[in-house]
């Protein structure tokens, strides 16, 4: 029997490292849904609440110089499956309700394994460049289905669970997280530069990267339902249009990935990108306006684009291994520092009534890279 080649194998192994993702998430997303209504029965404050749902992106940016080195070692699946054991550990404080900082400590744990997961998912996705368009589609669409769930049956089922038991469900899909993890092949080995610890230095892309993720990632999310109350909503009418847009902005994240998966659709990578780009540079422009919902819209469908089309050029324009893996860690660094520091710097806008200022500002600095990095591009192609 002749051995398989990488390309026949490269989607069924981001299928498998997706639904690793994807089953570890439920516990994550139970905690964002359940942690700020339940603090009390774990004996936290609002302040511990706000601490503990940030420490892991924070820990996820610290970890970043040794990601890809640390990967390289390991190997993708065997560091798959370390961070299945830590993220089954971090759930699994949760359901003890420990003290408040055993906690901490599991957020650590947890941060550490998401970073190891979506550097595997990523790798698996785009280790085949013919193929990289189509599995980071599944990738997108897998990613969204345990979160989503989380907030379709997470109502129905405390009406009969309790909390702990319901935080159990998370652990044991943690759990069975195993499953899928032990069908990827071990890594073969390969010659080639190990990448050495550093800060990732963000060219160009990655740039554009940072500033469209802390637009419409980082701010976006904070300001929507103070901006809908400001317009005259009532907050519970604020909440549920915020809960029904964030909701269907993960439906058509797995729209987008389904689709780039069955067609053709987003063959032409950069031309995509460009009209990506456009409709974040409008959303920019009319989010701090009354079309804020028509904003938003774009906002949703130009970030679950940019999701896909990003790591994909990325991953085009990048000549080996190492530098496509450490290009991709760089991508989901700026993602995370920008919606690290997004959540304080929407609190500061809406406390100074800053947020049109600062929307149409960073739009325009926006609006100026991305026509440097496209017409830079397209002096290097004639």
């Excluded at 610290?62 to 640390?70: A, D, M, R």
């Excluded at 530069?193 to 550093?198: D, E, L, P, S």
């Excluded at 806008?349 to 026509?371: N, P, R």
């Amino acid at each position: 029997m002749s051995a398989s080649t990488p390309a026949q194998h490269s989607t069924r192994n981001t299928l498998l490292s997706s639904l690793v993702l994807t089953l570890t998430l439920v516990s994550d997303a139970l905690l964002y849904l359940l942690l700020p209504l339940y603090f009390e029965s774990f004996g936290l404050t609002l302040l511990w609440v706000g601490l503990l749902l940030s420490l892991n992106r924070f820990i996820r940016l610290l970890i970043n110089p040794w990601l890809v080195s640390y990967f390289q070692i390991m190997g993708a699946r065997k560091a798959l499956l370390q961070a299945i054991a830590l993220a089954t550990i971090a759930s699994l404080c949760f359901v003890l309700m420990a003290s408040p900082w055993i906690l901490l400590a599991s957020r650590v744990l947890w941060g550490c394994a998401f970073a190891l997961m979506r550097l595997a998912c990523l790798h698996y996705a785009t280790e085949e460049r013919s193929l990289s368009l189509k599995n980071l589609g599944w990738f997108t669409s897998f990613q969204e289905i345990g979160p989503l769930l989380v907030m379709l049956l997470s109502p129905w089922l405390l009406t009969f669970l309790t909390l702990s038991q319901v935080l159990m469900f998370g652990t044991l899909l943690c759990v069975l997280a195993i499953l899928p993890a032990l069908g990827l092949p071990n890594p073969q080995r390969k010659s080639q530069a190990k990448a050495t610890a550093a800060w990732p230095k963000p060219a160009p892309l990655h740039q554009l990267t940072f500033l469209l993720c802390l637009l419409f990632d980082g701010v976006w999310v904070i300001i929507l339902a103070p901006q809908l109350v400001s317009m005259g909503y009532s907050i519970h009418l604020a909440l549920s249009t915020v809960a029904f847009i964030f909701a269907a902005k993960r439906i058509f994240s797995m729209v987008i990935g389904l689709i780039s998966v069955r067609f053709a659709l987003f063959a032409n990578t950069y031309g995509w990108l460009i009209f990506t780009v456009g409709c974040l540079l409008i959303a920019g422009m009319l989010m701090p306006t009354t079309w804020i919902l028509f904003a938003s819209v774009l906002a949703a469908t130009g970030h679950a684009l940019l999701m896909i089309l990003m790591p994909k050029l990325l991953a085009d324009i990048s000549e080996h291994d190492n530098e496509r893996q450490l290009s991709l860690s760089a991508f989901t660094f700026w993602r995370d520092f920008s919606v690290a520091i997004g959540a304080l710097f929407a609190a500061i806008l809406i406390e100074q009534a800053l947020i049109t200022e600062f929307y149409w500002s960073l739009t325009a600095i926006t609006a100026l890279l991305s026509l440097w990095i496209f017409k830079n591009r397209k002096q290097r192609s004639e």
